[in-house]
DNA sequence: GTAATTGCAAATACTTTGCCACGTA
DNA sequence: TACGTGGCAAAGTATTTGCAATTAC
């Protein structure tokens, strides 16, 4: 059985945040749409467009995240990162959402099987996935 | 046998890029680094510092991740994307380098027991993954 | 010699904050 | 009433581009 809206905002009044139709709008759509989306994306959708500022989104996803009823995704850091390709290797990543130190999982990744079938299934071409671990390292615990 | 800065070169070479000071140092830094690493970093790293502007290196990345010998990480906009968090449910992506297209994938994901080793092993709390996969779609190819 | 590459500076884009008004509990 | 929340506008940070000068081939 699905989660429902009403269970979320509850979760979130659970946290402390406050019942507003900004909070409740920004929920829904959130829960509505099946992948993940962008502040600008979210602050201009319908159910937001005409009832909140972009600003009012933000901190409202901020005040989320922290709460982890939203998830920010990505390399936490507001840059963009660059690996080197190697031929032949291929590296995961586990990263500190504390610090952000980043580094390199040693044990084999396990995704090339479920990737094989996804080639087969989705007609995509150039294939490649990316997997990172996040969590509070020990230093940050 | 690891590759070499040689060989990385000699890549760039036979997608038809020069061979500069720039690319050079850069390519150093790169496979030096047991991390990926932001354009900032790049920029002011130690070989790269005096030898060249921060959009030279932009650039250089940019050529790079064309030529499929760099690859820039996470979800290829240059936005965050945020997603709820629904307890007990988990989603990784297969997401169109072309269009940008994102849809969640629907087989099983095969990561919970690297996850669990992880978390054995390195003493990290609240862990978790985000799985991508990329490729060209078929409408794009 | 010719086309790719670079530096510098300016323009964009996205994110984040300040401050005061407002609404929820 | 008190404190979390919201709007608006401005500031901050990262990315990207224009153009003339330079360099690799």
Redesign the interface.
């Known amino acids: 059985m ?2 429902t809206l009403t269970e ?1 905002i509850e979760r979130c009044r659970a946290s402390g945040l406050r019942r507003t139709k900004a909070l409740e709008e920004l ?1 829904a759509t ?2 509505q ?8 994306e ?1 602050a201009s959708s319908p159910r937001l467009r005409d009832q909140c500022d972009k600003a009012t989104v933000f901190r409202l ?1 901020q005040r989320l ?1 922290e709460k ?8 936490h ?1 507001r ?9 032949g ?1 291929h590296q995961d ?2 990263i ?2 504390g610090c952000g130190t ?4 040693k ?1 084999p ?3 090339h ?3 094989d ?3 087969r299934k ?17 230093a940050c ?1």
Chains 1, 2 share one sequence.
Request: aromatic share 10%; net charge negative.
């Open positions: 699905p989660t979320t929920l959130l829960m749409s099946p992948r993940p989306m962008t502040l600008a979210l996803l995240a982890g009823i939203v998830r920010r995704l990505g390399l850091e840059a963009a990162y660059f690996t080197l390709l190697l031929p290797s990543y586990l500190c959402t980043i580094e390199s999982v044990a990744c396990p995704v099987e479920l990737e079938e996804i080639r989705s007609g995509f071409r150039n294939l490649y996935h990316e997997l990172e671990f996040f969590g509070t390292c020990p615990a």
